[in-house]
């Protein structure tokens, strides 16, 4: 009797900011597990979202944009990217047509250097103008060593189950990593702050999204409905007075918004607190960001 392989890896997606990994990587996974907004560098941490059928099971990493280190938060976003190159089974390099390799050198030197398969991801080619998407190609394919160029448009959906396909291709027979009920490793309250967080970046100016960490106090589930407190950290007091708004009107609004899409998220009806407070300068502290939960 033969019995029925088993295949199962990682796959890691890494990029530029903003070229749409977090889009392509909910689509794959099937559930709004990354955070996603016009803004770059939404994405702090890495997350994983599983993929699973009966025969397969893949495990997906969306990583923070790599970019070159700023300030403390972005060296710790940055050793992502090494681990991501260190685990994967392929690697998902997803550009859009605008991206160049400037400021990433050392990466696309690491990438091909890493001997991992990549499958070469160009995105966004709804927005493409007549010869563009062979520019684009050309110019990446010249940098990077990839097994194939798929060209896609998360956003549209289109193409994106040829990359299923290619994964299932290559990925290694081996048995699950993870249980298969489980969609992904991180715990409901740090979905919870993520959605709060996308919320911020899609309300707020300027260096506010980046000065903004939010911190899930309580979360408890009861029968028909979630009540979870939220402390939203921001680094000096002229911007918490920002996030408030006049009269409180500002932070009511991402409270509205994020209280809608957490109820989504869960399916089920949600009390939400939220609370701001300074946590002076903290993306530059390495134990502040320990406490946040930026730990390489
Ligand atoms: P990430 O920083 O690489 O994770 O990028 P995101 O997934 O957060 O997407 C960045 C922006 O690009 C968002 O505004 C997305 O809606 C947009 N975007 C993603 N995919 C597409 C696409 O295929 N076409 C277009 N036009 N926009 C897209
Ligand atoms: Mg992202």
Do not use: C
Not at 15 to 29: A, D, R
Not at 137 to 143: C, D, E
Not at 261 to 274: A, H, M, P, Q, S
């Amino acid at each position: 009797m033969d019995i029925p392989k088993h295949q199962a890896g990682f796959v890691n997606i890494i990029g530029k900011p903003n070229v749409g990994k977090s889009t392509l990587m909910n689509i794959l996974v099937g559930e709004r597990l990354s955070i996603i907004t016009s803004k770059s560098q939404t994405t702090r941490h890495r997350i994983i979202g599983l993929t699973n059928s009966d025969n397969y099971q893949i495990v997906f990493s969306d990583t923070p944009g790599m970019l070159k280190p700023q300030y403390e938060l972005q060296k710790n976003m940055m050793s992502f990217v090494n681990i991501s190159l260190e685990d994967a089974d392929i690697i998902l390099f997803v550009t859009d047509l605008y991206e160049t390799d400037a400021d990433i050198e050392h990466v696309i030197e690491k990438i091909n250097e890493s001997g991992v398969p990549v499958l070469l991801v160009v995105n966004k080619i709804d927005l493409a103008k007549p010869g563009q998407l062979e520019e684009v190609t050309a110019y990446w394919t010249s940098r990077i060593k990839s097994e194939l160029v798929i060209p896609i448009s998360a956003g549209e959906k289109f193409n994106t189950d040829k990359i299923m396909q290619e994964i299932l291709d290559r990925l290694p027979e081996h048995p699950a990593f993870y249980d298969k009920a489980e969609l992904s490793d991180r715990s409901e309250r740090f979905f919870a702050s993520e959605i709060i967080r996308e919320k911020i970046f899609e309300n707020y100016k300027k260096e506010i999204p980046y000065s903004s960490e939010v911190s899930i106090e309580d979360f408890k589930v009861k029968k028909n409905i979630i009540s979870v407190r939220a402390i939203i950290y921001v680094e000096r007091d002229s911007q918490k007075g920002i996030i408030i708004g006049d009269k409180g009107a500002a932070l009511k609004k991402v409270g509205i918004q994020a209280r809608e899409e957490l109820e989504k998220f869960f399916g089920k009806k949600v009390f939400l607190e939220t609370f701001v407070k300074v946590e002076q300068d903290w993306r530059k502290n390495k134990l502040k960001l320990k406490k946040f939960g930026y730990d390489p």
